[in-house]
């Protein structure tokens, strides 16, 4: 599992002509700064709903905008 959320952010900012920092995102979601950072790397092990929820929110997407399966070989 995958997620797109530095491309959702970035496609937030182009929206609202600016840079939006990692303490913003997590203000406005409920979160604190390193789950941020974790969905920005990549490093999420486990999958918190109502997180989850909040990002889809914020981001004005669907889960599946947000995450998606990587194929393996």
């Known amino acids: 599992m995958r997620n797109r959320f530095l491309q959702l952010v ?3 900012e182009m929206r609202e002509g600016r840079r939006i920092r990692n303490k913003e995102i997590a203000e406005a979601v409920g979160v604190a700064e ?3 950072a974790r969905w920005i790397k990549n490093d999420v ?3 918190d709903v109502p997180v989850l929820e909040a990002f889809c ?3 004005d997407c669907d889960v599946g905008d947000l ?5 393996s070989n």
């Open 57 to 59: 929110e914020y981001f």
């Open 67 to 71: 995450l998606y399966m990587e194929q």
């Open 10 to 12: 970035a496609q937030k």
């Open 34 to 36: 390193h789950t941020v």
């Open 45 to 47: 092990t486990k999958i």
